[in-house]
């Protein structure tokens, strides 16, 4: 018969467990959210230690634990696995992790390479430096994004192309990833991949662009704004993230494309120029549910005021299908936008506005934005304004820095 003080031990391991993946999938959904500050962030981020700290207390114990977490195909659970054991920093655990990440794929190559990423390990970087060389591209580019997130990443041009010349989708995809941690590539480089027939490739290299400080990538997002459409939408995005006031025209014109559906007033909140906002107070007015929320978040996303009323609607199916009944107990509801609110306070707060070109939860960010009003921002509006700052050479960090955990400045 067990010790029931054994199996008590466990017990409270094993949800440890489970917290940190839990509230590690929290985390990374929070990172580009305009639902989370880098205040709430830090507390998601304080829970995830504590549950580190509480299977670090068990020691080489928890190997046993976590085994089967490290060769699982759910990506989450195979980060926790490597994390608690690369976090008993033990060469016996570390050496169970590189075991692991050298055979990975799929949801736990995902995972393994996530706790590599967050974790300083020097012992491991020449393990990792032969990995990069000797491995099959699958694994070869998941070490490559961990070399990044490390700042030692070193790669020669035939290196790189041997991994953005392949036919694996993915393997393009985390390429471009990994090359915003890097030296910029040149730029034919990047113009060659923004032709890829993969969207997700070509959205990855063009970040990697914008990373990369590349003097032609704001003309080339101006020339394709000219054509909304969704399958530039990328484009757009970044032109109103990266924009001059005088783009202001072209931004408005995408902001308005009914073909870019809701979504096109994520391009109005990012832009942030007090001449959106009467677009954005007609998209608050229609009758359609999804438009007018896009609308009511873009204004608060510039102004940073609260406009929901008490009304609440369902949303309707994404594929245009009516639901029955039974189906409509299901679909999600929100909290429509009032029209009214936004209104009375546009008329308070326009003349102040009118004094910015780019404005942010209610601040001005048409210069530089300090630390200080950074760490106030959303994540998504922070990431945005780093992205910017990077481009302009006033932000002299690195992605990575806006991801690593933990977060605890920018």
């Not at 016996?92 to 590599?116: H, I, M, T």
């Not at 694994?139 to 290196?159: D, H, I, K, N, Y």
């Not at 032609?216 to 939408?233: F, I, M, Q, T, Y």
């Not at 005021?305 to 309707?316: A, L, T, W």
Request: glycine share 6%.
């Amino acid at each position: 018969m067990a010790n029931p003080k054994v199996r008590i031990l466990i017990d409270i391991l094993e949800e440890h467990f489970e917290e940190l993946q839990f509230l590690w999938s929290q985390r990374q959904t929070a990172l580009r959210s305009p639902r989370y500050t880098l205040r709430e962030l830090s507390h998601l981020e304080d829970r995830i230690e504590a549950h580190v700290q509480g299977l670090l207390i068990a020691g080489e114990q928890i190997m046993a634990l976590v085994e089967k977490g490290l060769s699982a195909d759910d990506p989450v659970l195979a980060f926790a696995a490597a994390y608690a054991l690369l976090r008993l920093n033990t060469e016996a655990a570390s050496k169970r992790v590189l075991d692991s990440f050298r055979q990975a794929k799929g949801g736990q190559l995902d995972g393994v390479r996530q706790a590599l990423c967050h974790v300083r390990i020097p012992a491991l970087l020449p393990h990792l430096r032969q990995m990069l060389a000797s491995l099959p591209p699958p694994v070869a580019v998941a070490v490559a994004e961990v070399l990044g997130f490390q700042r030692t990443l070193e790669l020669t041009s035939e290196q790189w192309n041997r991994f953005f010349k392949q036919e694996n989708a993915a393997i393009r995809q985390a390429a471009w990833r990994a090359a915003r941690l890097a030296i910029p590539q040149a730029p034919a480089t990047y113009q060659g991949a923004l032709q890829d027939e993969d969207a997700a490739a070509r959205r990855e290299a063009l970040l990697a662009a914008a990373w990369g400080r590349q003097p032609w990538l704001l003309e080339h997002c101006r020339k394709v704004a000219a054509r909304p459409s969704p399958e530039n939408g990328d484009a757009i995005q970044l032109l109103a993230i990266l924009g001059k006031p005088p783009d202001l025209p072209a931004i408005l014109a995408a902001g308005q494309a009914a073909e870019l559906g809701p979504p096109r007033f994520r391009v109005l909140g990012a832009f942030g120029h007090p001449g959106a906002v009467e677009a954005l107070l007609k998209g608050i007015e229609s009758k359609d549910p999804l438009t007018a929320v896009a609308a009511g978040a873009a204004f608060r996303k510039i102004t940073a005021v609260v406009i929901e009323s008490d009304k609440r609607v369902q949303i309707p199916p994404q594929d245009g299908s009516k639901p029955d009944e039974f189906e409509k107990e299901f679909l999600d509801e929100v909290k429509l936008p009032s029209l009214e609110l936004a209104r009375s306070h546009w008329q308070k707060v326009k003349d102040r506005f009118s004094k910015g070109n780019r404005w942010c939860r209610g601040f001005d960010l048409s210069r530089d934005a300090d630390p200080a009003v950074l760490a106030q921002l959303d994540l998504e509006s922070r990431w945005e304004a780093c992205l910017r700052g990077k481009c302009e050479g006033t932000w002299k960090g690195n992605p990575a820095d806006l991801e690593v955990f933990p977060q605890r400045h920018v």
